[in-house]
């Protein structure tokens, strides 16, 4: 049936019978039929009742279901490139382990999609058509695209690659991954590694987000609920100032001994939210405050004297700056490995947190001391 008269067929209804009968109300026959979309502004019910009604509509529509195509398949495409390189449908049967009645209707079904001869037979010749030489190109790009994602896959499967991305606030300590990291790397040596640094809430939005996939971050009572976390290490925070800031005199500093100065922070740092509740408590007037965004700026900062500068115990503090304990005053942070509850573990990020969970952080946090002090150990 032309498609002329099947669309003035179905304006007639006589697709439905009576339109009581269809159970559907909202049919609407005065848009015209589209070969990509079907019944311009019909919805699949109708179509579908169409096609239960009467299947003429669909055979001369060349088996269009819903306003679609039937799509290529994989190995219709594979076939089609095996006979472009050897111009003979028995060779090509043969390379692809198949019967030459299968290679043809395979052929033919691909030609079907495309809407045209991709072939010319002239007794024993065959070659590409115009519509075959243009196809060749695009089909093995889209053949090779295929088989690269099935190798990924096999190789992801087998443990044979994987890929790992970690999220690290400025304000943590980066040897924490590191550490961690060179042991997975041992028993995974095809892994691939991303790391990102950023402010906090940026890297719970990421985590969030399926950006990263697992972050330590810093345990300050607010995490979210959909985070699964779990407790590494407790480090204490230490003053570091230039040796020529007033403060460097002290050994320990007394919180009073701040009134005064000025502070450099890392936006975002709860530990110096904490300081600054600490010094209002005590009637602690600071003199003013300085802003940086990575731990790297705020040491940077603190060395030419424009304030004194609270950093973790992990982290070393760059020449020329020194360190000084804080007297009377307990600030200090929980380090969390954090993952998004609901996920799958891929096999490269299920084998890091059992790795993290396992290390012993407080013997590495003495042995670490032990080596800043120039003594040697076992």
Same mark, same amino acid.
């Given at each position: 049936?032309?498609?002329?008269?099947?669309?003035?067929?179905?304006?007639?209804?006589?697709?439905?019978?009576?339109?009581?009968?269809?159970?559907?109300?909202?049919?609407?026959?005065?848009? #015209?039929?589209?070969?990509?979309?079907?019944?311009?502004?019909?919805?699949?019910?109708?179509?579908?009742?169409?096609?239960?009604?009467?299947?003429?509509?669909?055979?001369?529509?060349?088996?269009?279901?819903?306003?679609?195509?039937?799509?290529?398949?994989? !190995?219709?495409?594979?076939?089609?490139?095996?006979?472009?390189?050897?111009?003979?449908?028995?060779?090509?049967?043969?390379?692809?382990?198949?019967?030459?009645?299968?290679?043809?209707? /395979?052929?033919?079904?691909?030609?079907?999609?495309?809407?045209? #001869?991709?072939?010319?037979?002239?007794?024993?010749?065959?070659?590409?058509?115009?519509?075959?030489?243009?196809?060749?190109?695009?089909?093995?790009?889209?053949?090779?695209?295929?088989d690269a994602a099935k190798d990924? /896959?096999?190789?992801?499967?087998?443990?044979?690659?994987a890929s790992l991305h970690l999220?690290? #606030?400025?304000?943590?300590?980066?040897?924490?991954?590191?550490?961690?990291?060179?042991?997975?790397?041992?028993?995974?040596?095809?892994?691939?590694?991303?790391?990102?640094?950023?402010?906090?809430?940026?890297?719970?939005?990421?985590?969030?987000?399926?950006?990263?996939?697992?972050?330590?971050?810093?345990?300050?009572?607010?995490?979210?609920?959909?985070? $699964?976390?779990? $407790?590494?290490?407790?480090?204490?925070?230490?003053?570091?100032?230039?040796?020529?800031?007033?403060?460097?005199?002290?050994?320990?500093?007394? &919180?009073?001994?701040? /009134?005064?100065?000025?502070? &450099?922070?890392?936006?975002?740092?709860?530990?110096?939210?904490?300081?600054?509740?600490?010094?209002?408590?005590?009637?602690?007037?600071?003199?003013?405050?300085?802003?940086?965004?990575?731990?790297? !700026?705020?040491?940077?900062?603190?060395?030419?004297?424009?304030?004194?500068?609270?950093?973790p115990e992990k982290i070393s503090?760059?020449?020329?700056?020194?360190?000084?304990?804080?007297?009377?005053?307990?600030?200090?942070?929980?380090?969390?490995?954090?993952?998004?509850?609901?996920?799958?573990?891929?096999?490269?990020?299920?084998?890091?947190?059992?790795?993290?969970?396992?290390?012993?952080?407080?013997?590495?946090?003495?042995?670490?001391?032990?080596?800043?002090?120039?003594?040697?150990?076992?």
């Amino acid at each position: 049936m032309p498609i002329s008269e099947f669309v003035a067929w179905r304006r007639t209804g006589s697709a439905f019978g009576n339109r009581a009968d269809t159970g559907s109300q909202n049919l609407d026959t005065e848009h #015209p039929f589209d070969l990509d979309r079907g019944f311009v502004g019909s919805s699949q019910y109708e179509w579908l009742l169409a096609g239960a009604a009467t299947t003429k509509p669909l055979a001369a529509l060349g088996g269009l279901v819903m306003g679609r195509r039937p799509s290529m398949e994989l !190995h219709q495409v594979r076939y089609f490139i095996a006979l472009c390189k050897s111009l003979n449908f028995t060779r090509a049967a043969e390379a692809c382990n198949i019967t030459q009645s299968a290679l043809t209707r /395979a052929i033919q079904k691909l030609e079907d999609e495309l809407g045209g #001869p991709l072939l010319q037979r002239e007794r024993n010749l065959t070659q590409l058509s115009e519509l075959g030489r243009l196809m060749q190109p695009l089909l093995e790009q889209s053949l090779a695209m295929a088989d690269a994602a099935k190798d990924h /896959a096999d190789k992801f499967r087998n443990g044979e690659k994987a890929s790992l991305h970690l999220g690290l #606030p400025s304000m943590v300590y980066a040897g924490v991954a590191r550490d961690i990291l060179a042991e997975v790397i041992n028993r995974l040596p095809a892994l691939e590694v991303a790391l990102s640094a950023d402010s906090q809430p940026r890297m719970i939005e990421e985590l969030l987000q399926g950006e990263v996939d697992a972050a330590f971050l810093v345990d300050d009572g607010n995490l979210p609920e959909r985070l $699964i976390t779990w $407790i590494l290490y407790k480090e204490r925070f230490q003053i570091v100032i230039a040796p020529d800031h007033p403060l460097a005199k002290l050994e320990s500093i007394p &919180v009073n001994a701040l /009134a005064g100065q000025s502070i &450099v922070e890392c936006r975002e740092c709860c530990i110096s939210a904490k300081l600054r509740e600490l010094c209002a408590q005590m009637g602690v007037a600071l003199r003013s405050r300085h802003f940086v965004d990575t731990e790297d !700026h705020l040491q940077h900062l603190a060395s030419i004297s424009l304030g004194f500068a609270l950093l973790p115990e992990k982290i070393s503090a760059m020449p020329p700056l020194v360190t000084r304990t804080l007297a009377g005053a307990d600030l200090s942070q929980s380090i969390v490995l954090a993952v998004v509850s609901g996920r799958r573990f891929s096999p490269a990020l299920n084998l890091f947190i059992r790795v993290a969970r396992a290390r012993n952080f407080a013997v590495e946090k003495r042995n670490r001391n032990r080596e800043l002090h120039g003594f040697a150990f076992k």
